[in-house]
């Protein structure tokens, strides 16, 4: 079973300043096809999750372009350029290489 | 796209529910479901999943055995039977198309297990 860790727990922040989340597995998301299974998605307050990245670096549809995603292997990072007020929420990291699939425990981003 | 769940209630410790999750607006058996809970406070947690033909299915450990994942492509219909209910179970529970890169969710259903 993959385990998935994310770091900070929490990570306040000052809005137009950059944000760096952390995913790590606990064994390698490499499918045979060559991509890395690993999405991102943002729970805002009171909202169902929104995938925000899969593939470990492609947007989904109408993401703005402040989110990237980078990574390989067991190492993952979302990164916000510039956060804004409406980043707030759980963001948490899925595995969809190997079933059972699994998620992170979340980060919780918060403006300062 | 629309995917709506029901059948979420309050239930004793050992019972028994049946989650219905109806869905609308693509063509409901080409895509593959999945279920996903999120306990009072506390994150995600990935549940189960089923092919788009209903042949495969998989499970997380801690559902196996206890929970049934099933789907009738005719009805446009995903359910989640659950048995053997725990405190632990408590909690909302997602219907999402496909098996990752989940873009589509329900509201949720909720689940209570409480004597």
């Known amino acids: 079973e993959i385990v998935l860790t994310q770091s900070p727990l929490s990570l306040p922040v000052t809005p137009g300043e950059p944000a760096s989340l952390s995913c790590s597995s606990s064994q390698s998301l490499l499918h045979s096809n060559g991509h890395y299974f690993l999405d991102w998605y943002l729970q805002k307050p009171g909202q169902t999750p929104q995938l925000l990245i899969y593939l470990v670096s492609i947007r989904a549809s109408g993401v703005p372009d402040r989110f990237s995603g980078r990574g390989s292997g067991t190492d993952f990072t979302l990164e916000i350029s510039r956060v804004e007020p409406e980043d707030v929420g759980v963001y948490y990291c899925?595995?969809?290489?190997?079933?059972?699939?699994?998620f992170g425990q979340g980060t919780r981003l918060e403006i300062k | 796209v629309q995917l709506v769940e029901s059948g979420g209630g309050l239930v004793q410790p050992g019972g028994s529910l049946r989650l219905s999750c109806a869905a609308s607006g693509f063509d409901f058996r080409g895509y593959s479901m999945t279920w996903v809970r999120q306990a009072p406070g506390k994150g995600l947690e990935w549940v189960a999943y089923i092919d788009h033909e209903g042949s495969q299915m998989f499970y997380a450990e801690s559902v196996k055995g206890r929970f049934t994942i099933s789907r009738d492509n005719t009805q446009n219909s995903l359910s989640l039977q659950m048995n053997s209910l725990r405190g632990e179970d408590t909690a909302i529970y997602h219907c999402?198309?496909?098996?990752?890169?989940?873009?589509?969710w329900g509201q949720g259903t909720p689940v209570t297990v409480s004597s």
């Open positions: 999402a198309r496909d098996r990752h890169q989940l873009v589509f």
């Open positions: 899925m595995q969809g290489l190997q079933t059972p699939y699994s």
